[in-house]
């Protein structure tokens, strides 16, 4: 029996070394998969070229040199400011409110022109027409109205594109009722 055993063992040591020669050719011809390199950084110096070009020789020139002596006076623009939006021009153009007498109020429509400081128009509304003229003083209108064989006077005050103000009968500025119009857009 033990050289049948021999046989035996024989073969299966045979086996084994073939079966490591195999993986060791599987390894060795795997080898950058199984253990890839690292990855280095490569340095290329790349030399200029150089033009073969020859270059004609030139005779330096004199410069010509400035015979003034004057200081040069450099202009630096100045960015320009926008304008400004435009200032409605106070107590001027059509104006329509409310102008009320005591308890009673009605729709009112004033035209106003304005050179300088003085101010003349008309007014309308309901049954009543007039006319009127005064002066500004800033933002204030103070103005003699009349209307028919009515007359008084009034003083009002421009809030922007809005008039607010009150009226009398004869030299009372107040007292008779009040007004309050906005200046009419044109579209």
Do not use: C
Request: aromatic share 6%; no cysteine.
């Amino acid at each position: 029996m033990s050289g049948e055993n021999k046989g035996g063992n024989t073969q299966i040591i045979v086996a084994l070394i073939g079966l490591a020669g195999i993986l060791g050719g599987g390894v060795i011809a795997n080898w950058d998969k199984i253990f890839p390199p690292a990855q280095q950084s490569q340095t290329v110096v790349v030399e200029p070229i150089k033009p073969q070009v020859s270059q004609p020789k030139v005779d330096p020139q004199p410069v010509a040199q400035p015979t003034r002596n004057d200081p040069v006076t450099y202009l630096a623009k100045t960015p320009r400011k926008p304008a400004p939006p435009p200032v409605p021009k106070l107590f001027h153009g059509s104006y329509t409110g409310i102008m009320s007498e005591g308890s009673e109020s009605i729709s009112i429509q004033f035209t106003l022109q304005r050179t300088g400081n003085r101010v003349t128009g008309s007014y309308s509304g309901g049954t009543e027409n007039g006319k009127l003229q005064g002066t500004v003083n800033g933002n204030i209108l103070t103005y003699n109205w009349q209307a028919g064989e009515y007359a008084g006077r009034g003083i009002t005050v421009a809030e922007g594109n809005r008039i607010v103000g009150t009226w009398g009968y004869g030299d009372e500025i107040s007292g008779a009722g009040e007004t309050i119009a906005q200046k009419t857009v044109l579209h």
